[in-house]
């Protein structure tokens, strides 16, 4: 399934050839960390990264690790971004930057409404403190769980103080679950 799910992926997003670094990166998903930094490493020519004078070959590996686990976050994060944009369309929405922009967690709400069918969950639609977005993103997770989505790795506080690496799984998680779904109605 991993493998029709990433040649799904590799074809288009949103109508527009996606880069063979996110390829690599979806493909990359099930391998160890190891594994996984040294495909994209291969992919993006990592070796051609230049370090300032590294004092030994251990320093220039995790120099060149280093750079390429934030150029991939980069791609990775424009890759959602540009899948984002192009689902809010429908709704007149649209989001320049994924951590500031959904730190409310309205956004998340309507994504997974557009995505799933399910009742929208009883929310704040404009909260104005941080008691009331913390609320939201619980709300996100509580929705999240009641339209069967999977919810392992997530954290309403990680999400609402916009913690990277939990937006980039909570948007790699439904893509992939809107991904799943398409080929299944596919297959149907």
């Known amino acids: 399934m991993l493998v029709c799910l990433s040649v799904r992926l590799s074809l288009c997003i949103c109508g527009q050839p996606v880069h063979p670094l996110a ?6 998903k099930h391998m160890s960390w190891q594994a996984r930094a040294e495909k994209i490493m291969d992919t993006i020519g990592a070796d051609d990264l230049k370090d300032d004078e590294p004092v ?3 320093t220039a590996k995790f120099n060149r690790y280093r750079a390429t686990v934030k150029h991939s976050t980069l791609v990775e994060s424009k890759l959602y971004l540009s899948w984002l944009n192009k689902k809010l369309e429908t709704i007149d929405k649209h989001v320049d930057n994924l951590a500031a922009d959904l730190q409310t967690g309205v956004i998340v709400i309507d994504l997974i409404h557009m995505l799933t069918g399910c009742k929208k969950p009883v929310h704040q639609a404009r909260p ?3 008691v009331l977005m913390q609320d939201n993103w619980h709300a996100v997770l509580k929705y999240m769980k009641r339209a069967n989505l999977s919810t392992k790795g997530l ?3 990680a999400l609402f103080k916009l913690d990277q690496r939990v937006i980039l799984k909570l948007f790699s998680m439904l893509m992939t679950w809107e ?8 297959a149907s």
């Open 23 to 28: 390829r690599a990166i979806v493909a990359a």
């Open 155 to 157: 954290d309403a506080e």
């Open 128 to 130: 104005s403190s941080d």
């Open 179 to 186: 991904t799943k779904q398409s080929l299944k109605n596919e």
């Open 56 to 58: 030994n070959e251990k």
